[in-house]
């Protein structure tokens, strides 16, 4: 199922992977450069997943400085745009990037974040199919957010008044489609990697497929693994003490 087209945009919300500022959660296990590296290659999973769909216009929407996107690597590849986001808090950049991809020509606008790069192409090509039909399409997160958002038309009302960064995104969200009488379907429910305890789940998740998100996989591989030799070496040690 090709679903894409030049009138179909997919933008990838991004920060780049500045220690310290990324993962901060994950730090906690990996360090603030061990975090940074596990948002490095989560960012580069999801731009190779939005570049597996040929067709699609696509582009980068970063927070922070621009010079960070110039490190060797981590720009993404030819057919892409990488420009700044705009807005106070996510609800009025999120909406700022969907006015500015429909005022583009756009007929259908998808917008992903990193947290989630192994959710694979044919979750992104089931929302677009499904925006033939519907007004928004939402990728639901376990902690009470979500993954993906799309839609065929303007509703800024799913951008207003949220508590962004909290477990009630989701319901707020749902409720303000349904008050704005805008018709929506949801995707399956997935897990963003935030916390410490994210890292066994996605390590378990790519560990049979390893594909879907091949550089996070290759970290978790490394990182985790690293840990786990360290973490057995000490407790020799002490047996041995």
């Known amino acids: 199922m090709n679903v894409c087209s030049s009138s179909s945009t997919i933008l990838v919300f991004a920060r780049a992977p500045v220690p310290g500022h990324v993962k901060t959660r994950l730090a906690a296990r990996l360090g603030a450069a061990g975090a940074a590296e596990a948002h490095r290659a989560c960012t580069l999973d999801a731009v190779a997943l939005v570049s597996s769909l040929p067709g699609c216009a696509r582009r980068l929407l970063f927070a922070g400085e621009a010079s960070a996107w110039q490190q060797p690597g981590l720009a993404p590849g030819a057919g892409w745009e990488i420009e700044p986001q705009h807005g106070r808090d996510l609800g009025e ?46 990728g639901p997160s376990f902690d009470g957010g979500y993954y993906l958002v799309g839609a065929r038309r303007m509703v800024p009302e799913i951008f207003r008044g949220i508590a962004w960064g909290t477990s009630n995104v989701l319901y707020a969200t749902r409720l303000a489609l349904e008050r704005a009488f805008a018709s929506y379907r949801m995707l399956g429910w997935d897990f963003d990697l935030d916390r410490p305890a994210d890292l066994g789940r996605a390590r378990a998740l790519l560990r049979d497929r390893p594909l879907r998100a091949p550089r996070l996989d290759a970290f978790l591989r490394s990182a985790i693994g690293q840990a786990e030799r360290s973490m057995t070496t000490a407790s020799e040690e002490r047996t041995q003490t």
């Open 93 to 138: 950049r999120l909406e700022n990037a969907f006015a500015d991809a429909f005022r583009r020509g756009a007929k259908k606008v998808v917008v992903i974040g990193t947290d989630t790069p192994w959710m694979g192409a044919a979750r992104l090509r089931t929302a677009l199919a499904w925006l033939d039909g519907e007004d928004v399409v939402l």
